[in-house]
């Protein structure tokens, strides 16, 4: 494949990914049946797209999705701080959402969609993530539903990129450290 020259080590095969997105979308079902909800899966553009589709077949609820496009600024802004890029097309006043990510890192985006969707209106906010890195964290957002826990190592594939490429990878790898330059 074209690929595997730029890939230092599979992490997380596609199988593994289907296998656990099963066992997510049964348990997201059990849950939010109990409650008597359904959640808005409000999905974080645009890394979370392939997590979204592989989890919303196994969801067994009359779900609905939109979509959210935010940049969070590193270095220059304060921490915390997010551009929303694309908002969401309707209001989630009185809505279960349910984020979808592809990985939360030092939490810094999450944290703040966490409180935007609340400011909305939102009367429930949960959170999952195909990976979680809690080795970077800088505060407590905790997700309620993870794929797959990951060393501090940066990952592209399954949607995550680097500089736009790799998203369409159907596993979710390493990247050779020559490919960062
Ligand atoms: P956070 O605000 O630091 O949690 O950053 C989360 C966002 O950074 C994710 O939604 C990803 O888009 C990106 N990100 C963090 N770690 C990685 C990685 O290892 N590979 C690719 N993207 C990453
Ligand atoms: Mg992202």
């Known amino acids: 494949m074209w690929e595997n020259n730029d890939i230092k080590e599979i992490l997380i095969t596609r199988e593994q990914i289907e296998k656990r997105s099963v066992e997510l979308?049964?348990?997201?079902?059990?849950?939010?049946?109990?409650?008597g909800r359904t959640p808005l899966l409000v999905a974080l553009l645009r890394g979370s797209v392939?997590?979204?589709?592989?989890?919303?077949?196994?969801?067994?609820?009359?779900?609905?999705?939109?979509?959210?496009?935010?940049?969070?600024?590193?270095?220059?802004?304060?921490?915390?701080d997010i551009k929303i890029l694309k908002d969401l097309d309707d209001s989630i006043k009185g809505k279960d959402i349910l984020i979808i990510e592809d990985i939360v890192d030092t939490g810094n985006t999450l944290n703040t969609v966490c409180k935007t969707m609340y400011l909305k209106g939102a009367t429930s906010?949960?959170?999952?993530?195909?990976?979680?890195?809690?080795?970077?964290?800088?505060?407590n957002v905790k997700a309620d539903y993870i794929g797959f826990e990951v060393p501090n190592v940066f990952v592209v594939g399954y949607g995550m990129d680097f500089d736009q490429r790799y998203r369409c990878l159907p596993y979710i790898g390493v990247l050779k450290e020559e490919c960062y330059k």
């Open 25 to 35: 979308g049964k348990q997201i079902t059990e849950d939010y049946r109990a409650l």
């Open 50 to 80: 392939p997590f979204l589709s592989e989890l919303m077949k196994n969801i067994d609820l009359d779900i609905q999705y939109d979509f959210m496009d935010v940049k969070s600024y590193v270095g220059t802004q304060s921490q915390g």
């Open 125 to 139: 906010v949960k959170i999952a993530t195909l990976l979680d890195k809690p080795s970077r964290r800088t505060n």
